[in-house]
């Protein structure tokens, strides 16, 4: 199947580190996403691993990837304001993507 | 320049009307998707068009029809709007066959009255 499994609100400190988690059931994806959606606008990516990778860094991003527990974590690092949004994980399969049900972060100041 | 482009950006109408959501992309992508979100941002796949021809076509309604007159443009028209259609419809696009990564317009939000 390609269900998708996140959970749904962290609220984090400015400042502070913030890892969201997922799981994932279809293992046959070359690649998963993080997508991050702001307040009234579309999805953006904001970074993706190849399946045959551990870990990937990206600036203040830390994407890890455990393949045998089919979990995918985003650590964002010093967190701003600006990172409020709902952070969606995605796994392409079958010519798709499946989308989790996303993980609304938000900042305090 | 804006990559993947929606019209309208908000659309307000009666219970049985028929309406059409336009997408543009002019990055040259070959793939095409629309995408349902519901209230709890709940993010689903409707259609998705390779080259005008449709590849996937998941459980919706037949009142909801995709045209892909060009690889550029993916339009979904609507016929006999109900309540349960009221969401945000967000357009996406791909280079190749997909999924890869996808690139998204700014979505519709649609509110059947």
């Known amino acids: 199947g390609e269900d998708v499994e996140q959970s749904l609100f962290l609220s984090v400190r400015e400042g502070d580190s913030s890892v969201i988690n997922c799981t994932y059931t279809d293992s046959s994806s070359t690649y998963l996403y993080w997508y991050k959606q702001e307040p009234g606008a579309g999805l953006q990516l904001l970074t993706y691993?190849?399946?045959?990778?551990d870990m990937k860094q990206d600036q203040r991003l830390t994407v890890l990837l455990n393949k045998k527990d089919k979990h995918l974590s985003l650590r964002i690092a010093d967190t701003q304001t600006g990172d409020s949004a709902i952070y969606f994980c995605a796994n392409g399969g079958n010519n798709r993507l499946a989308f989790g049900k996303g993980n609304q972060v938000v900042v305090i100041p | 320049d804006t990559a993947v482009s929606q019209t309208p950006k908000y659309l307000v109408t009666q219970m049985g009307n028929d309406k059409s959501i336009k997408c543009e992309q002019n990055?040259?992508?070959?793939?095409m998707y629309w995408y349902k979100q519901d209230s709890k941002k709940f993010l689903k796949i409707m259609f998705s068009y390779n080259n005008k021809e449709l590849i996937i076509n998941e459980t919706v309604p037949n009142r909801f029809s995709p045209k892909s007159p060009d690889k550029a443009h993916l339009n979904l028209h609507i016929n006999s709007l109900e309540l349960g259609d009221s969401a945000v419809y967000f357009c996406?696009?791909?280079?190749?066959?997909?999924?890869?990564?996808?690139?998204f317009g700014a979505g519709t939000r649609l509110s059947v009255l």
């Open positions: 996406a696009s791909s280079l190749g066959q997909g999924p890869g990564i996808q690139y």
């Open positions: 691993i190849f399946s045959n990778m």
């Open positions: 990055l040259g992508h070959d793939t």
